[in-house]
């Protein structure tokens, strides 16, 4: 490219002034030096000739020259100007010459395209029509020093608005062109396009920030992150493995990995680890590493290779996590799942695969095997008296006395919660099975010492079921051990029994008359009967107890005496006292309905129901639904249920009382409770066994404990109810001792709905 600075040239007036120099000289100072030296005026004229042609001859050449140079700066120009044109005119920045108002003079084709519009749209506007300024006041000022010729130039950043709406941000650079061949001053305006810029920047800020990031990821991760070169050393260790394997980086730096191995793995798995890596790239899996301190833990490791654009290995990156933690979660699950959490004894269900486990080696080798199983002797009554605390512990000194006294081989679980069982192996007869179960007796009667003092001696009951004798699989072992249990229980504490076909039969029998029952209360095989209470003064019934019988389509009528006890023991006996408390409420009604008068219906509620059902929540629905007064049901609590859980039971009837109920205490004087506890409740009445009636006039002692019930009962503001009364002589020692109700045959035998009602109405029409 010519610079045009280098261009040769000459201005006019200089030329002239040259010319004229030389020419004065030429005549001049040629005359003088001629006039002096030539003295003949023919060679004097002939010389001034040759000097005239020289003159001529020197000038013409002078003038050649001078048009030859003048000609080539003239080219020179042209070319420069040319060279300047296409610069301009293709320049990848957007050129434009203002007036010093703003307007658009000329710009080049980029321009165009940079604001996206036509070159000749462009002259028609001003530089606030493509550029709004937002900065007025500096742009003012910086064009008044431009102007001033303060500066070259000066440079802004800002936004351009193309034809479509669009903004592209712009570097602008503004100079002056002064006044010049009748051309005013003017502005060249130069905008670059930042658009790439921007973007290029903005990827730049953004990896950086995502760099930033990623190395706080790394220093903030739970995980250890190391990183090696390709030869294993490592380059950079964060925070977290530092906080697991107790070394700092600077410690690791330039170390390899190796100082890690725990010594648990041998060569093979290393070897097979890195060929993983090598062909895969990647590994992972449960590896042991050692901590600065020395102590060997498991951990979770990713290894991963880093390779350049070549496919060569630069770098390996480790990631570990620390599992101990999680490994002993998962030997306690283990643990757990096979162990008794209050014992560490063999729980129910790994008793049961040890079970299987025996019977399958026994049915191979032909060994004689028992399944005992230990029930406590009342072992509740521990937990009551003196708390669940000091019940676990006794039940631990019982579990180790127990495995104290087993034989090599023999296996103890602990089936509920005061059900312990053994499965004692290599019996030759049942005469070692009695051998143990009398040794596992005695062991269990060791008393345990309390830290202040006391001690508590526990009994067991032993069932013994034997292989291949009895049963021939480990259920059919487990099945008959729990009916044999209970003919140990019949025959007192600390007693063995075997098991004998006829245990099976009964809880067959058990668990038929079970099913039956549940079908009954669904198929409504259930009815109520009520027996009447009368006042003892006026001779009128004032209220009745209603009982549940079972009246089946094939047997006929199911004594209570024997389906309320597997009511009670299969838990059947929930949804049956709820069902007897919504009939006898909607009978109740039924009869005020009819109008009969109002009668205190009286509701049997059984231990298990009055602690583990919501009484009272049954009792306001049963009301709620059929509107029968809360002041007319009663329901009858056996003493033995207050005196087991006191305090639960005081809140029970706290519930009840605040409902509105009556409560009475059933079967008093046969439990016990004391009176201290018996005037922490709300009772209204109690009910003297039929055990104390039956035998009036006869027993003194009956008469005796009947009468101080009455006084006691009246003393602490209760009514009074004799159950059982037969007789006119048991009535009339009631009368005299001031007893307000009684119920028994005396009056009617328990009858059905209507015959009750009948009796009703017969006793009205009689009065």
């Known amino acids: 490219m010519i610079n045009p600075a280098e261009a040769p040239g000459l201005a ?3 030329g002239m002034l040259l010319y004229l120099g030389i020419g004065v000289g030429w005549v001049f100072a040629g005359d003088a030096v001629l006039a002096h030296w030539v003295s003949d005026p023919e060679w004097l004229t002939r010389i001034q000739t040759w000097k005239g042609w020289a003159f001529v001859l020197v000038t013409s050449a002078l003038a050649w020259w001078l048009l030859r140079r003048v000609g080539h700066a003239e080219r020179l120009r042209q070319a420069v100007a040319r060279e300047l044109s296409q610069i301009v005119r293709y320049a990848p920045a957007g050129v434009a010459r203002l007036a010093l108002d703003g307007q658009i003079l000329w710009a080049n084709d980029r321009m165009g395209e940079l604001l996206g519009m036509p070159v000749s749209r462009l002259l028609t506007l001003r530089v606030r029509d493509v550029s709004p300024l937002h900065d007025l006041d500096e742009t003012r000022v910086q064009l008044s020093r431009l102007v001033a010729g303060e500066i070259d130039d000066y440079v802004s950043q800002r936004e351009c608005l193309r034809h479509d709406g669009k903004t592209v941000p712009v570097l602008c650079t503004v100079t002056m062109v002064p006044a010049a061949e009748g051309k005013p001053v003017h502005l060249i305006c130069l905008l670059q396009d930042l658009h790439e810029i921007t973007v290029a920047r903005a990827a730049l800020e953004q990896s950086e920030a995502r760099q930033r990031l990623a190395a706080t990821v790394v220093d903030n991760t739970m995980e250890g992150v190391v990183v090696t070169d390709a ?15 107790g070394y700092t980086e600077a410690e690791l730096l330039g170390k390899t990995p190796r100082i890690f191995k725990s010594g648990r793995h041998d060569k093979g798995f290393y070897d097979a680890m890195w060929g993983t890596v090598l062909h895969t790239g990647h590994w992972q899996g449960e590896i042991w590493n050692r901590r600065k301190n020395g102590e060997v833990f498991p951990e979770h490791m990713s290894l991963s290779v880093v390779r350049d654009p070549a496919g060569d290995i630069t770098h390996y990156v480790c990631m570990f996590t620390d599992i101990s933690e999680e490994k002993a979660q998962q030997r306690q699950l283990e643990y757990m799942a096979h162990n008794d959490a209050l014992t560490g004894l063999c729980n129910r269900t790994w008793f049961g695969h040890q079970l299987e486990l025996a ?6 080798s032909g ?4 399944v005992l199983l230990l029930n406590l002797d009342r072992f509740k009554d521990v937990n009551d008296s003196y708390g669940h605390a000091t019940g676990d512990e006794v039940l631990k000194h019982i579990a180790r006395q127990v495995l104290s006294a087993l034989r090599p081989g023999d296996v103890l679980g602990r089936l509920a919660g005061d059900e312990l069982a053994v499965v004692a192996r290599n019996l030759r007869h049942s005469d070692g099975a009695a051998a143990v179960a009398r040794h596992l007796i005695t062991a269990v009667a060791q008393p345990w010492h309390s830290p ?29 051990a729990h009916a044999a249990v209970y003919g140990a229980k019949a025959r007192g504490r600390g007693a063995w029994c075997f098991f004998h076909e006829a245990m099976t039969q009964a809880a067959r029998e058990r668990l038929a008359l079970e099913s039956r029952l549940r079908l009954a209360l669904a198929q409504g095989h259930l009815q109520m009967y009520y027996q009447p209470q009368v006042d003892i003064a006026s ?7 209603a009982l549940v ?3 089946d389509p094939v047997e006929g009528l199911i004594s209570p005496a024997r389906f309320i006890p597997v009511a009670e023991t299969s838990g059947v006996i929930g949804p049956l006292g709820e069902w007897v408390v919504h009939e006898v409420c909607r009978q109740g009604q039924q009869w005020r309905a009819a109008g009969l008068p109002d009668l205190t219906l009286a509701v049997n509620v059984s231990p298990r129901q009055f602690h583990l059902t919501d009484l009272a929540g049954c009792a306001a629905a049963a009301l709620a639904e059929s509107g029968f007064p809360a002041e007319l049901l009663e329901l009858e609590i056996t003493e033995s249920a207050l005196a087991e859980r006191t305090d639960e039971a005081r809140l029970v009837l706290m519930r009840l009382q605040a409902l509105g109920l009556r409560i009475a205490v059933d079967d008093f004087g046969t439990g016990y409770s004391s009176l201290a506890q018996l005037k922490r409740f709300p009772i209204d009445v109690l009910k003297i066994d039929q055990g104390f009636i039956r035998d009036i006039p006869q027993s003194e002692d009956d008469m005796a404990i009947s009468a101080a019930i009455i006084a006691m009962g009246h003393s602490m503001g209760m009514s009074v109810l004799a159950e059982g009364v037969e007789t006119e002589g048991q009535l009339a020692f009631l009368r005299a001792r001031g007893c307000d109700t009684y119920q028994g045959y ?22």
Request: glycine share 8%.
């Open 12 to 14: 006019p007036w200089r």
């Open 359 to 364: 019977v399958q080696e026994a049915s191979s």
């Open 549 to 551: 019988r079972w009246n």
């Open 452 to 480: 202040d003092g006391f001690e508590v001696v526990a009994g067991v009951s032993v069932g013994i079921c034997m292989y291949p004798e009895h049963a021939a699989t480990a259920d059919l072992l487990l099945q008959g």
């Open 367 to 370: 060994e004689h095997i028992a």
């Open 746 to 767: 005396l009056c009617s035998r328990p009858v059905p709905a209507d015959d009750f009602a009948a009796l009703l109405g017969a006793r009205a029409a009689a009065a």
């Open 231 to 245: 030869q294993s050393r490592i380059l950079s260790a964060n925070a977290a493995v530092t906080r697991l394997l």
């Open 539 to 545: 001779g009128r019934i004032v209220g009745a107890e």
